[in-house]
């Protein structure tokens, strides 16, 4: 019966994470969200679900107390162990994901934008991590993946001259390295700690939010020079990413340890 964790399991990639995982009736799966009444997607998936084997608890990845606690709950259904924990959880709000660093109306505000990023994408991972540690160092896989982006890496923003989308970017490069030194740090442990990359990925039908015009027109321009620079990286659905982003879970092995699985192929001549 291996057991998953996928924190951040309300929406998007998350929610595709989880219906896909539960599935298979061999696999426990324990969905985190913020706020379970307001969790409708994941409510209607666990409603038509017949096999019973999803779990929802509540935990903010910014407070670390809500995060042992989900732990403790996740401890007593599986009697003490977690076998694979995907941190998925991202913050994205659209009024500050695509601003670049002198877009902000104020300094304040930019301070503002970039720790609550940090709290979030940074923090939040190293929390959810160190909450379930104690579980996955009992589970047989001793797997860790966190769900990573291109958008954090330096190769991917100089070739597509990403200069907004700054507060989420350079808190998903801190997060991705996060992940390396966990995978430093458990190597002993015979853990497998990856970043995984799941492409770009359209979440439309989940989202809590709709783009506006400004955002659109960004999106349209990021869209636009994608081609230049790489042969695969379109938008695809939240089924095509989660079930690589799966594949990849279950293939990998400590011999992959500390990789940063990308999703971009990137043009030879580029
Ligand atoms: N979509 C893409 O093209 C793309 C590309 C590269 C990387 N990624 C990565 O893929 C992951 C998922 O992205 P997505 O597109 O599916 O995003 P999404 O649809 O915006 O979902 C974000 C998820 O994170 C949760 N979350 C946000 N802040 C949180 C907090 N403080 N505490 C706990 N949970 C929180 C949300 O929960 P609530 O419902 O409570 O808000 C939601 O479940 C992220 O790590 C993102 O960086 C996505």
Redesign the pocket.
Same mark, same amino acid.
């Given at each position: 019966m291996p057991s998953y964790a996928v924190?951040?399991?309300?929406? @998007?990639?998350?929610? #595709?994470l989880v219906r896909q995982l539960a599935m298979s009736a061999d696999n426990t799966v324990f969905a =985190? *969200?913020?706020?379970k009444s +307001? +969790?409708t997607y994941l409510n209607e998936l666990v409603a038509k679900s017949t096999l019973s084997n999803i779990h929802v608890l509540e &935990? #903010? *990845? =910014?407070d670390h107390r809500t995060l042992k606690a989900a732990a403790a709950a996740v401890a007593k259904v599986t009697n003490g162990s977690l076998d694979v924990l995907i941190?998925? &959880? &991202?913050?994205?709000e659209l009024a500050n994901a695509y601003r670049g660093l002198t877009d902000y109306e104020d300094d304040d505000k930019l301070d503002t934008e970039f720790l609550d990023s940090f709290? /979030?994408?940074v923090l @939040?991972a190293i929390h959810a991590v160190n909450a379930f540690l104690p579980l996955l160092r009992k589970g047989s896989a001793k797997k860790i993946a *966190?769900?990573? +982006?291109?958008?954090g890496t330096p190769e991917f923003v100089w070739k597509l001259r990403l200069s907004n989308m700054a507060a989420?970017g350079t808190t998903?490069a801190a997060?991705n390295l996060v992940a390396v030194k966990y995978a430093a740090l458990l190597e002993p442990e015979g853990f497998t700690v990856v970043g995984i990359?799941?492409?770009? *990925?359209? =979440?439309s039908s989940? &989202? /809590?939010e709709k783009p506006d015009d400004t955002i659109m027109s960004i999106l349209g321009g990021l869209v636009a020079r994608l081609p230049a620079i790489s042969t695969n990286f379109t938008?695809i659905s =939240?089924e095509a +990413?989660v079930t690589r982003i799966l594949s990849l879970v279950d293939s990998i092995s400590t011999k992959d340890n500390g990789s940063f699985i990308e999703?971009v192929e990137y043009k030879k001549d580029d």
């Open positions: 924190i951040g399991g309300s929406r @998007g990639i998350g929610l #595709e =985190t *969200v913020r706020n +307001s +969790s &935990a #903010e *990845v =910014t941190h998925n &959880a &991202a913050r994205m709290k /979030v994408n @939040g *966190v769900i990573g +982006s291109e958008g989420y998903k997060e990359c799941p492409g770009f *990925v359209d =979440t989940t &989202a /809590v938008l =939240t +990413s999703y």
